[in-house]
C-alpha cells in the first residue's frame, strides 16, 4: 500500500513538472500579428479568432548526400549475350564480328518516371536507342544491338538521361572475323 502511495506521488509529480515545462508563459499571450484581440475587427476572420495569417513555411533539405541519393543513376551496366529473367547472361567485354545480337544490360536506381536512352558508339557510327521509361525506382532495362560482320575496333555504349548526361559509359572490343572462302580446283 505505502510502495502504491510513493509510486503515485511520482507520477503526480512528474506530471506537474512536465505540465510547468510546456504550459504557455504571459509571452504567449500576445496579441497575434499586432492586433489586440479585444477589440472589434471589421474582418469577420480576426474578430472570430481565426487567423488570417498566410504565410507557408518551407524547408529545403541541403543534405548533399540525401540530394544525392535521389538521383537517377546506373547502378550496373554490362554487355552480354543474353537476357533471361531479367538478368544478364554471359557478360563479354570482347568478341568477333559474328557474334549476331549483344544487349547492354544495366540496373538504374531512383529512376520512376523518367527516361534512359543507350547510345551506342561503334567505330565512327552512332546508334541511339529510343527513350527507355523507366517504371521504379529499381529497375532493370537491357537494350539490344545486331553486330553486323563489318563492324569492328573499340566501341561502347554510352546510357544518358533526359538531358543528355552520361551516367555511365561500358566499353567493349569488336573482332572482325575474317571469313575464308575456299576454293576448290576442278581438274
Same mark, same amino acid.
Given at each position: 500500500m505505502?510502495? #502504491?502511495v510513493? *509510486?503515485?506521488?511520482?507520477l503526480?509529480g512528474t *506530471?506537474?513538472?512536465?505540465y ?11 496579441p497575434?500579428?499586432?492586433?489586440n !484581440?479585444?477589440? !472589434? +475587427? /471589421?474582418?469577420?476572420?480576426i474578430s472570430?479568432?481565426i487567423s488570417?495569417?498566410?504565410t *507557408? @513555411?518551407l ?5 548533399p548526400q540525401k540530394t544525392?541519393? +535521389? @538521383?537517377? @543513376?546506373?547502378? /550496373?551496366?554490362?554487355i552480354c549475350?543474353d ?8 557478360? *563479354?567485354? #570482347? ?7 549483344v544487349?547492354c544490360?544495366?540496373r538504374?536506381?531512383?529512376?520512376d ?8 558508339q561503334?567505330?565512327e557510327?552512332?546508334? !541511339? +536507342?529510343?527513350w527507355?521509361?523507366? #517504371? ?8 539490344p544491338?545486331q553486330?553486323?560482320? #563489318?563492324m569492328s575496333?573499340?566501341?561502347r555504349v554510352d546510357?544518358s538521361d /533526359?538531358?543528355?548526361?552520361?551516367l555511365?559509359?561500358?566499353e567493349f572490343?569488336?573482332i572482325?572475323r575474317?571469313? +575464308?572462302a575456299l576454293?576448290t580446283?576442278?581438274?
Amino acid at each position: 500500500m505505502r510502495k #502504491k502511495v510513493v *509510486i503515485g506521488m511520482i507520477l503526480l509529480g512528474t *506530471i506537474l513538472f512536465s505540465y510547468w515545462l510546456i504550459a504557455p508563459s504571459s509571452a504567449d499571450n500576445q496579441p497575434i500579428n499586432g492586433l489586440n !484581440p479585444d477589440l !472589434p +475587427s /471589421e474582418n469577420p476572420a480576426i474578430s472570430s479568432g481565426i487567423s488570417t495569417d498566410s504565410t *507557408i @513555411e518551407l524547408r529545403f533539405d541541403n543534405d548533399p548526400q540525401k540530394t544525392a541519393a +535521389s @538521383e537517377l @543513376e546506373i547502378d /550496373e551496366a554490362v554487355i552480354c549475350l543474353d537476357v533471361k529473367d531479367r538478368q544478364p547472361v554471359t557478360q *563479354i567485354t #570482347k568478341f568477333t564480328s559474328d557474334v549476331g545480337t549483344v544487349f547492354c544490360w544495366a540496373r538504374v536506381l531512383n529512376g520512376d518516371g523518367k527516361k534512359v536512352k543507350f547510345i551506342w558508339q561503334i567505330g565512327e557510327d552512332t546508334y !541511339p +536507342s529510343d527513350w527507355i521509361e523507366v #517504371k521504379s525506382n529499381k529497375f532493370r532495362i537491357w537494350c539490344p544491338k545486331q553486330i553486323n560482320r #563489318k563492324m569492328s575496333g573499340n566501341a561502347r555504349v554510352d546510357i544518358s538521361d /533526359e538531358t543528355g548526361k552520361i551516367l555511365r559509359t561500358v566499353e567493349f572490343e569488336i573482332i572482325l572475323r575474317k571469313v +575464308s572462302a575456299l576454293r576448290t580446283r576442278t581438274g
